[in-house]
Each structure stands twice: as C-alpha cells, then as structure tokens.
C-alpha cells in the first residue's frame, strides 16, 4: 500500500511521503490565493473555492481564510456556509451534509496520534473519519474531533469540544460536548 492509501485506510502512514507533501503544498497555494482575494473578485474566489473543495455540491460559500489538509477528502452537500477562520484537516473523509452552518473558528480534526510515546514519536500518525448530518450548525470556536459522527439537525454550542457521537435533533456542548436539550423537529 502507498502512504496515501494507508492514510485514507486510517491506517498509522507517514505525513512525510512526497505523494502527500505534495497534495498538501497544492492546496496551500489554493487556499493561501483564495484568503488573499477581497470581496471584489467574487467569481475568482468561487472558482478557486471549488478547486478546493472538488466534492462539493452547490452554494458552497466559505469566508476566508480558510484552511486544510487535503481538500480532496471533503465531500460538502448543498448550501454548506462556513464563517471566518474554519480549519479541516481532512486527512480522512469529512463528509458535510446539506444546509450546514458552521460559525467562525470551528475545527474540525480527523488527524490524531498514537497514545503511545514511542509510536507517537515516530513521526507517524493515523486518521478517522468525520460526519456531519444535513441541517447542523456548528456554533463559533467548537471543534469536532476524529471520528464523530454528528446526526440530522444537530445543533453544536459555541466553545463545543465534540469528543464522540451524537444522534438526530439534539443540541450539545461543553467540554466534552454532551447533549444539553433536545429538538423537536416535527
């Protein structure tokens, strides 16, 4: 297996395998371009947004700056906006459902680390995969970790720290996040 395919196994690989340094500087270069563009040059951040994000569905709206890992790794359904200063390190699949919101600041982090200091050391680490339902808001400052899945109409509090799984219609946060009230979407 390639380092890459091992990444996206979720397999321990290593970050500094040229195939992946090299996907990484390319989507530093888009993004680095598109969070230096103003609001004048809308059509050109849109297209350079998209060249981002090539599993993204439409009205796909990102306020920069904004920055990844890959960007090849997201897969965002339709009407996704995310506020200022929003971060993915998609080194495993992030998928994004439709009508999502995301406020300035959110994190989201499939990368993690060995527990153990000796195979932490070692330079390699390993990634799991985040899911995010249709119609969620994820408040300012939260941070959703590796291996979440948050269900349907999830709403995350701002400062939200999301260390596990949550269902449908409810809302969380806190440190770690727990659910705090219950939605009735009916």
């Not at 993204?56 to 200022?84: R, T, W």
């Not at 999830?154 to 260390?163: F, L, P, Q, R």
Request: aromatic letters at 8%; a neutral charge.
């Amino acid at each position: 297996m390639t380092e890459k395919q091992k990444m996206l196994a979720g397999e321990m690989y290593n970050p500094s395998d040229p195939e992946l340094i090299k996907e990484r500087q390319t989507v530093r270069l888009l993004f680095q371009e598109f969070n230096s563009l103003n609001e004048n040059q809308a059509e050109k951040r849109n297209t350079i947004l998209y060249k981002i994000f090539k599993n993204a569905d439409e009205n796909l709206y990102v306020e920069p700056p904004f920055h990844c890992d890959y960007g090849s790794n997201i897969i965002a359904g339709k009407n996704l906006f995310m506020n200022f200063n929003c971060c993915i390190l998609d080194v495993a699949k992030v998928t994004i459902g439709d009508n999502c919101m995301f406020g300035p600041h959110v994190q989201i982090y499939t990368a993690t680390h060995p527990l153990e200091f000796k195979s932490r050391n070692s330079g390699k680490e390993y990634a799991l995969p985040i899911t995010i339902g249709n119609n969620v808001w994820i408040g300012g400052n939260a941070t959703i970790c590796p291996g979440v899945t948050l269900g349907n109409n999830v709403v995350v509090g701002s400062g939200a720290v999301v260390t596990k799984s949550f269902p449908d219609d409810v809302v969380i946060a806190g440190n770690p996040a727990k659910i705090i009230k219950t939605i009735n979407n009916n």
